[in-house]
């Protein structure tokens, strides 16, 4: 039988490394690893109410109000996922793109799986990540659908497809962080407008270097989203969340902002693993672009799902019209 004294004891030093964990997150952009802890807010939460129930019936004292300030600590960067009001597909919008997002994992081989749900969502620009060698007979098949290709057959670093129905007027190889690891930005014109799509996939952050170059990523997307011109969309593996305060930064230099940030809760990795879920794949925007419909997919044998989302630029009323 469980001593209830030991419980407590274990519950109160469960409850300090979650505080610790909690401030750590805050203070993300000092260090990379305390970046790591930030992404984990909707966990403390749930983990912060469960101390909170297992002090009260155990101990009720002092120790139950720390659980619940910090329950709510870590509430308060979840809640504005979900104030936004929902952003209705519009009645008038210029030249529309269906855009699908998916890190495919390089060891991932269930490329059927892949090709069938491609060929179901229909996407119009498709952004496929971590392509390797092993990949390209499955983009191959898509080449009917997809006649415009850019891709980088690399590594779970390097590798990169984005795919296109309709030819842009304009395509581009950028290398965000000049490490050789390449994005690529296609920019449709209409008679409603332009608007830009980049497909990017940023480093992973474990480690000082590598965290070091996904923050030089973001801060050139965030260049990248000042000195465009027209609408820009970003969409891909971003290896951040929403509650980093690096992303947060680079959102408010870069003037961007979360595609249909009404969405709420859309964890995208790891799949089939609910405990840990993160979102770290994104639609980004700057002002001019109108969003809505993102969905987080099936699982298609990766260690992401895939996502897709509707983008047009903003049709501005002409006065009289």
Not at 37 to 60: E, G, I, K, N
Not at 133 to 150: F, K, M, N, V
Not at 275 to 285: G, Y
Request: hydrophobic share 50%; charged share 15%.
């Amino acid at each position: 039988m469980l001593d209830p004294r030991r419980v407590a004891f274990l519950a109160r030093l469960a409850l300090v490394l979650l505080v610790a964990a909690t401030l750590f997150g805050f203070a993300g952009a000092m260090w990379w690893a305390f970046d790591l802890f930030s992404h984990f807010r909707v966990q403390y939460v749930v983990a912060a109410l469960l101390l909170a129930l297992v002090l009260s019936v155990l101990c009720r004292d002092r120790w139950v109000l720390l659980a619940v300030a910090l329950g709510a600590a870590n509430l308060l960067p979840v809640v504005p996922l979900f104030l936004h009001p929902p952003e209705a597909v519009p009645e008038k919008s210029g030249h529309r793109l269906r855009l699908m997002s998916f890190n495919v994992f390089g060891f991932n081989r269930q490329d059927a799986r892949m090709l069938e749900y491609v060929r179901r969502e229909r996407p119009d620009v498709l952004v496929l990540l971590e392509i390797t060698p092993e990949w390209l007979p499955s983009i191959r098949q898509l080449a009917a659908d997809y006649p415009h290709r850019w891709i980088n057959a690399g590594n779970a670093v390097t590798g990169i497809a984005v795919l296109s129905r309709a030819a842009p007027q304009h395509s581009n190889t950028l290398d965000l962080a000049r490490n050789g690891v390449p994005s690529y930005l296609l920019t449709f014109e209409s008679d409603g407008g332009s608007i830009s799509v980049l497909g990017t996939h940023l480093s992973w952050p474990f480690g000082e270097h590598n965290a070091k170059v996904r923050n030089s990523q973001l801060a050139a997307l965030a260049q990248l989203a000042r000195d465009h011109t027209g609408p820009l969309v970003i969409v891909g593996d971003l290896n951040i969340t929403p509650f980093s305060p690096v992303f947060q930064q680079a959102l408010r230099e870069g003037g961007l902002r979360r595609c249909v940030p009404d969405a709420g809760l859309t964890p995208t990795w790891p799949a089939r693993v609910p405990p840990l879920f993160i979102q770290i794949d994104h639609c980004l925007a700057t002002a001019g672009v109108q969003a809505w419909g993102f969905e987080v997919g099936e699982y298609l044998g990766s260690d992401h799902y895939p996502i897709t989302v509707e983008v047009a630029p903003t049709v501005v009323s002409k006065v009289g019209s």
